[in-house]
């Protein structure tokens, strides 16, 4: 079945820098266009940034635009999110998830075809 396994979160300071994967297993992942959404504590879900099946094309939200970089190593089948510059209100569970084919992405979960169990950033002084 499918599985979606997300990875290296924790606590980090503002400024500071983060690097969350997401291992896949059970698809076809390197057909697959991949995203990371997140969901801050008594908040809805938000969309963070969208990759297609190959990395050539990368969609990002304004909110994180120009601190994080997604990315994708398809022999892998590993999905990564490079957060630079992080400030508090970054701190969310994020997760990483499959949209639904013909979407990049939503701030509902009925946009995505599956998703990890989440990892916590945390990011405070």
């Known amino acids: 079945q499918v599985q979606l396994v997300e990875s290296g979160g924790g606590f980090m300071q503002p400024g500071g820098s983060l690097r969350l994967s997401c291992g896949a297993s059970?698809?076809?992942?390197?057909?697959?266009?991949m995203s990371w959404v997140r969901q801050a504590p008594g908040k809805g879900l938000e969309w963070v940034s969208t990759?297609?099946?190959?990395?050539?094309?990368?969609d990002y939200a304004d909110s994180v635009l120009g601190r994080f970089t997604i990315s994708r190593d398809n022999a892998k089948n590993t999905l990564y999110l490079q957060m630079n510059n992080l400030k508090p209100e970054d701190t969310a569970v994020y997760y990483c998830?499959?949209?639904?084919?013909?979407?990049?992405?939503?701030?509902?979960?009925?946009?995505?075809?599956?998703r990890g169990q989440g990892t916590q950033v945390t990011v405070s002084s």
């Open positions: 998830a499959q949209p639904r084919p013909g979407l990049l992405g939503g701030n509902s979960w009925g946009a995505f075809v599956s």
């Open positions: 990759i297609n099946s190959g990395g050539s094309r990368t």
């Open positions: 059970g698809f076809a992942f390197s057909s697959a266009t």
